[in-house]
C-alpha cells in the first residue's frame, strides 16, 4: 500500500529595510516542485507590496523558479508562500542498490551515449560553487564506504557519521560558507550538513544534489500552533543510486527520507536554489523575520 | 641576396623560421623588409625602436594591474619588426580560425541547447558540467539572433614543419584587439613607406565589421545604441577596453552604469534612460548577473539575463561563452566538427588528452616528461607543468593528482614555436636581430555573411629564448603584416574612428562619467583655491596685526599645515579625490592630460615624503592647476561632459569666493591695505587691479574688480555668467529648460550700489553688511544649483547596491 501524507505549509519572509529601496530584482524558490513522490496540490504566493512585475517560469534544474521587480521605492516586502502538498514514501521494497564502485563506473566517461537518468546525474557529480571536491571529502568518508560495497548502505553510514561528528550550531556559520569551511569547523546547520556530505559523495565520483524544503515538526503537546518561529527551510541530500534512482538522507537528523520531508526545490548546491535572493538598491540596513509553519493533515 | 645586419640572427634546427629558409637565406616575402632596414644601417631601425617606445609612452598604452594616477602602469612592449606572412599562408589561417568560429558558435548552441553531443558521448559532460562558467541560469536560452559567439580569439603557432596549430581558444571576451590595431598604428608611423610598399593588409575592415555587427542589434525606428562593458580601471587590460571604446565610438560603461526595468537594458545618461541594444563585453560572464549568476559578488548588472532571455539584448558573446575556455575540448574537437559541421577540422589542435578517458590517462602517464600538464578547469589552483622539468618525486606525487581526479587534468604535446626576428639593443649587447619564438593571436567577428577575420593579429614573443609567449611574464608584442601585392595597403589611422563620430551622440554620457567629470572640476578648483588661500596667507605671516584675521580666516576653509592632514580636509586630501575623479572619467581625458594629473599627484607625495619647503611646493602645485585648466578649455571636446566639468569648476570658484568675501565684509570694521591684498592675490587679481587703476587697493575698486568684472575670470561675475550661459547649452542638447536656481540671487547682488562701501560710517558699514548677506545668498543658491544638477543627472547613479539572500 502506498503511504502518503498531506501538509499545508506557510513560508513567511518579511524584510524590513532602513530606508526606501529604490529599486530591487527579486529571484524566489519557493513553489514546491512536483515529482513521483510529490504532488502540489495547491500553491500561492502573496507578496506585500505588489511587484511592478513578475514571472514565474522553471529554471535549468526543473524548479519553479520566480522573478520579481520592484520599481517604486519601498521600506518593507513580505513574501508570504502558501502551499497543500501530498507526498509518498519512497518505495525501496525489496531493491537494493548498485554498489558504489559501479555507479562510480557508470558515471565515467566512456565514449558510449550514457542513458538519459546517468547524463541528468552527471549535473550533480562535479564541483559547484559551495562544493569543491577535495581529497579531504573523499578521505573522510573513506571508512563508511570501505565498510559498505553498496552505495544505499555506504551512503546511510556516511550521513550517520556526519550526524554523529558534527554539531548543529546555528549562528556559527553563515549564508555563505563553504563546504568546507564547514567541514573545518566541524559545526553548522542543515545547509552545512547537506553540503558537506555531498562534497565527500563528489569527491568519491558519484553523483548527489542539494534538496530545499521543509521538515515535518510535531507540535508540543497542549499548543495550538505549530509554528517554530527559528526554524526556516530545511535542506538535505538527495543520491543517486541506481537502479533505485535518487534517494534522499538528512544528515541532520540522521534519518532517511520517508513522508515527512516536503520538497520545495533541488540542486547543485545552496546557490542553485536559496528560498529567496534579492539585489536591492539603497535601503540601508535590513531585519529579516522567517517565519515557517508545516502543519501535517 | 647578401644577407647583411643578419649576423647576430640564428637558425635553430628544432623551430621554424619565419625569417629565414632551409638554406639560411631570407625568405622572399621578407627581403624588401630587411633590405630596408639594412641598407642604411642599424640607425634607421633604431631610430624606429626609440620612435616606437616614445609613441607607446604617449599615448599610453600600458598593460597593467593598477591603472591609477600613481603610476603603477606597465608600458606595453612592442618590438617594431612586424611579423610578415603571404597571403597565400594566410589564406589558410583565415579559413582555419573562420571555421573554428563557427564550430565554436554550434557548439554553445548544442551545450545550452538539446546537449545532443553530450547524449551520444561524442563530449564528455565532465567538460561542460565541471567548467566554472558552465552557467546552468542560460541552459535553454537562445541568444540574441540565436548567435553565441561574436568575437572569437584563439592563439596560433607553428611546429618545425611550418604546420599551424591551434593552442589556446578564447570564446569569452577575446583581449587583445585594440593592441593590435594600436600595435598597427605605431608602426605605420615608424615604417610608413614599408607598410605601402609592402602591401600589407589593413585592420581598419575588421573594427568597422564589429561596429556594425554590434549596432545591427538594433530594432527599426530605434536610435541605435551599443555599449562596451568593462569591470573597471583596476582590470589589467583596462587600456584596451577604453582604447577599444574610443576606436569603435561607443561608450565605456560599468556595471552600475547600466539598468534593467522589466525586459530592457538601459544606459544611465546624462539625459535620463536609454535602451542599450548591444554589449561588446571584458567582464566574465560569472559576473554579469549578480541576481542569477554570481552569489557572492554585487557587481554587473542586475536582471541582465532576464533581458539576454527575451532576446532583447546582443551580448558579445553570449553569457556562458566562457565554457569553451579550456584545453579539454581540444581532444574533440575533430569529432565535434564532424558531428556538427560534418566537415574536417582545417586549423588542428596541437595534440591534447583529457585524462578523463582512462586510455587518455595511460597513455599520459607512460608520457609524462614529453607532455605538458594543465588543469582542465581555469578555477583550479594549478599551474601548467613541463613533464621533463620533474624530478623523480615531484612526477610520483604528479601521478597520484592524475590518478586521483583524472577529468580535472588535461596533458598536452610540447610544441616548438616558430621564431622571428626580434630588434635588440641595449648595454651590454650588440645591436642586431635576435631569434624569439613566437606565437600569434588570431581574431574573428561574426557578420551576416560569415565570420570574417582580421587580417594581422597580435603577435607575442618570448622574453628569451623559452617558449612561453605571454604578457603577463614580460614577453613582447608585434606587429603582424599579411602581405597581398595589389589589394589595399595603406593604413588609414584612425579608421573606425572617423566613421564612429558620425553617430556617437552626446547624451549617450554616462551619468557617472559625468559625475565624475563635474567632480573633477570642483576638486580641480577647490584645490586651487586653497592653495592660492595658503600661500597669500602664508605671506602676511610677518604682519602681526594682520596674520591672526588671516590665518582664522584661512582655517576656516583648509588647515595651513600642508603635508599634515589626518581629518581628510586639506588639499592633500582634495588632491586625491581630483585623482579619483580622474580615474573614473579616464576614458574623457586626453593622454596628455591624465599624465598631467598622474605627475601632478607624484609630485605632491614626494614634496610630502622629502617634507619641502611649503612655499615651493605650493608653487610647483599651482602651476600644474593651471595646466589643468587648460587642459579643460583648450584640450577637450566640448560636449555635455565637458559642460558638467566647467559646470563644476565655476560652482566652485563662485561659493569659495563669495563666501571668502561674505565673511570679510560681515566682520564689520573696513578691511586693511593689507586685507584687500592679501583678498586680491587669493583671486590673483593683484596685477590687474594695479594696471587699472594705478593705485593702492581700496575696498569699491577691490570688490568691483573680484565681484562684478566679467572680464576677470576669477570674477564672481564671470563665473555666474558662465554658469548661466552652461546651463542653457545643457539645456538645449538635453531638452528641458535651464535651470535657474541662481537668477534671483545674481540679480540682488547686481542690483547693490557699489559706492560708499569704504570707510568708517554706519552708513558705509550697513553697505558692507547688506553685501554680506547677498553674496551669503549667492553661495546658498550656488549650492542649491549644485544639489539640483545632481538630482536632475546623476541620481541615477546608485548610492548602494547590495545582495541579500534567506
Redesign the interface.
Known sequence: MKVTQRYRVTHETVYHYGGNVAHSHQLLHLTPREFDRQQRRAHVIKLDPAPSRRHDALDAFGNVETRLEYDAPHDRLAVRSEMQVEVSAPDHAGVGSLEWRAVQNLLRFSGDPPNAAVLEAMRYRMESSYIKPKHVFADYAADCFDAHPDLLGAAAALMTKIHREFKYAPGTTHIRTSALEAFQARRGVCQDFAHIMIACLRSLGLAARYVSGYLRTTPPPGVDSSWVGADASHAWVSVFCPPLGWVDFDPTNDIQVGTGHIVVAWGRDFGDVSPLRGIIIGGGRHRLSVRVSVRAE | MPDVGLESYRSDARRYDELLDSDGHVRSHWRALIHALTADDAAAVRHGVETSRRLIVENGVTYNVYADPQGRDRPWILDPLPVLLTGEEWREIEAGVAQRARLFDALLGDLYGA?RL????TV???LP??H?NFL??C??MKPHADRWLHVYAVDISRSVDGTWWALADRTQAPSGPGYALENRQIVSRVFPDLLNDAGVRSLAGFFLALREHLLLATPEGEVPLAVVLTPGAFNETYFEHAYLARQLGLPLVHGHDL????DTLFLKTLAGLRRVHAILRRLDDDFCD???L???S?LGV??LL?VARAGRVMLANALGSGVLESAAWMGFMPQIAERLLGEKLRLPSVATWWC???AALDHVLEHLPDLVIKPA?P?QRFEAIFGRDLTPDAQLELRKRLE??P?AYVAQERLAFSQAPVWRNGPSQPNGFAPRAMGIRVYAVATPTGYVVMPGGLARTSSDAADVVSMQRGGGSKDVWVLERGRRVAEEPPAAAGAAHGIARHDDLPSRLAENLYWLGRYSERCENKARLVRATLDVRANAAFWPTARKTCEHFTPMTLFEDPKGLGLKADLARLGWCASQARSQLSAENWRAIGVMQRDFQEAARAKRDVRETLDALLLSLAALAGYALDDMTQDNGWRMLIMGRRLERLQFFAELLSRRLQSGATPTQNELEWLLDIGDSTITYRTRYLSLPRLTESIDLLVFDQSNPRALAFQWHGIERTAVRLAASLGGVPDDALNASVTKVRSLQLAGLDGASPRAERARQNLAAQLEELRQSAARLSDRLSLKHFSLM?????????
Do not use: K, Y
Not at chain 2, 118 to 121: M, N, P, R, V
Not at chain 2, 259 to 262: F, H, I, L, T
Not at chain 2, 799 to 805: N, P
Open positions: 546537449q553530450l547524449a551520444d558521448g564528455p559532460a565532465e558540467f565541471g566554472p546552468w541560469p541552459h535553454g539598468s534593467v526595468r522589466g549578480p541576481l542569477e554570481r552569489g557572492d554585487a542586475p536582471g532576464g578523463g578517458e582512462p578547469f578555477n586521483r581526479r577529468h546608485d548610492a548602494s547596491v547590495r545582495v541579500i539572500t534567506a
